[in-house]
């Protein structure tokens, strides 16, 4: 039984093609660019990884709770391109712990994707008001110095030994000009579009010495994007809208002709 319901998901999966059908888009829906931006339910052309995917699956009703987890949490780590197996495994399993399991990953999944995996994090507190020419000579005039406050534990700030008091006068190579600071509202809009792994440069005064550090950013904490987190907080709320409508219409309804084949 487990090898026969193995096949199936595999080759159902390998059978999936993009836009599986959907429903008429309402008022507050995602456009079809924003549903199929990364989750087209397209099963991976790495066999390889579609036959491990194909595996995972089946463990979701493994009778071991510890493998039923190490399999939620490697497929969420997959990310979308699960998404076309496990849709065909949503729709062909009794089991409720199997089909929530499922609900958990694909969301946890679409959420990751879309927000969590692209905003970048260095780890400081800064000083609300930038450090200009005027108090250190060592900034050019018309840019600025981002005063770091506090390292954040645990971060990349931490990693590279950023300490409180030190200035950041330059972001590879760049100095800060007054106007991005005034733009972005803050130096973190700088770094969070480079995204999680980015490596960047920052010049740092520190007392009377002066010195590059090579930063590999990591992944904004999700504790971060709570309401009055501006940019950050908009985005997870807007692709919290978008998952609803992304499950109703690519998991919760087969599409007809799909489903008489099933």
């Known amino acids: 039984m487990r090898e026969t319901l193995l096949g199936t998901v595999l080759l159902l ?3 999936c093609e993009a836009g599986l059908g959907q429903a008429a888009p309402e008022p507050d829906a995602a456009s079809d660019a924003e549903l199929e931006s990364g989750e087209n339910l397209q099963a991976p ?11 995972l699956i089946l463990q979701l009703g493994s009778p071991h709770f510890a493998e039923r987890e190490a399999a939620t949490s490697h497929l969420i780590q997959i990310g979308p ?12 399993t009794e089991q409720l712990e199997a089909r ?7 969301y946890e999944a679409y959420i990751n994707y879309h ?4 905003n970048a994090f260095l780890g400081i507190r800064q000083g609300r008001v ?4 005027d108090d250190d000579a060592r900034i050019l005039e018309g840019h600025v110095g981002i005063q770091v406050v506090q390292v954040i534990e645990g971060t990349a700030a931490e990693r590279v030994e950023l300490e409180a008091e030190d200035v950041i006068i330059a972001l590879d190579q760049e100095p800060i000009s007054a106007v991005d600071v005034q733009v972005t509202q803050a130096f973190g809009e700088l ?25 590999t950013l990591g992944s904004r904490p999700k504790m971060y994007y709570g309401r009055g987190q501006g940019l950050v907080y908009e985005m997870l709320e807007r692709s919290l809208r978008q998952f609803r409508v992304f499950w109703d219409q690519r998991f919760r309804n087969l599409p007809s002709e799909q489903a008489a084949e099933e």
């Open 13 to 15: 999966g390998l059978m």
């Open 45 to 55: 052309d790495d066999e390889k990884l579609a036959s491990e995917i194909a595996t």
């Open 81 to 92: 391109p699960a998404f076309a197996q496990l849709r065909i495994a949503y729709h062909g």
């Open 100 to 106: 929530l399991r499922m609900e958990k990953i694909v």
């Open 115 to 118: 927000v969590y995996d692209r």
């Open 130 to 133: 930038p450090i200009t020419h």
């Open 191 to 215: 770094i969070r579009v480079r995204g999680p792994g980015a490596p960047v440069v920052l010049t740092v005064l520190r007392e009377s010495d002066q010195f590059d550090v090579v930063v």
